[in-house]
């Protein structure tokens, strides 16, 4: 099993990336490969609506760094997709990166019409969390409902979504036991999911 994690944090290190590593290290076992991501460390442009990849099955727009995660995209089983909250919504990082997926839909014509997404039906499974400055978890905003409907229309079904509130000033979630266990348990949680839908098959 292959499972990625996304972080469209600016900060390398932040409270994001913290929680992000708390999530994988409670995914990882000796059958599960984990990656992880940080979007503003790769060089991802906005997409421009060109729709050349309509026709050309991925972006030929740009070659840029979006090419280094497409396979792995394709590969992996599971994503683990967190974002701050920028004025209620996902950072454009994460926004550049979602937008970027479009090559994985097939349409049909004329327009509009049907569309469907070639990583449906694969059994792939998603977890999105959000990370806002404010005690009122309600203060993500829409960060993660346009993350989640995003990445379930692309065909992942949503494992879970997490707000973690009261989480802006640096380290601080270095001295949360409690939200990094939050993230843990979930992370666990997740990765049991795979395997209690690989022993549901096995039973059909």
Excluded at 14 to 38: C, D, K, M, Q, W
Excluded at 159 to 188: E, I, W
Aim: proline share 5%.
């Amino acid at each position: 099993m292959y499972i990625i994690g996304i972080n469209g944090s600016p900060r390398e290190n932040g409270n994001t990336a913290e929680i992000l590593r708390s999530l994988l290290e409670g995914v990882a076992s000796p059958h599960v490969e984990t990656e992880y991501f940080h979007l503003p460390s790769y060089h991802i442009e906005g997409c421009i609506g060109c729709e050349r990849c309509r026709r050309d099955k991925t972006c030929t727009q740009f070659k840029d760094d979006m090419h280094l995660l497409y396979d792995r995209i394709d590969r992996a089983d599971g994503l683990i997709l967190g974002s701050p909250t920028y004025n209620y919504g996902m950072t454009p990082w994460m926004k550049a990166f979602i937008d970027r997926l479009y090559p994985f839909f097939d349409f049909t014509e004329p327009r509009p019409g049907p569309y469907r997404s070639r990583l449906a039906d694969q059994g792939k499974r998603a977890l999105v969390f959000a990370v806002c400055e404010q005690i009122d978890e309600k203060e993500v905003g829409y960060t993660i409902v346009n993350i989640r409907d995003a990445i379930a229309a692309l065909g992942y079904s949503i494992h879970d979504t997490l707000a973690f509130p009261s989480h802006f000033l640096p380290n601080s979630v270095r001295k949360d036991a409690t939200s990094r266990k939050r993230a843990y348990d979930a992370g666990r949680n997740f990765m049991h999911a795979f395997s209690s839908a690989s022993q549901g098959d096995e039973g059909v």
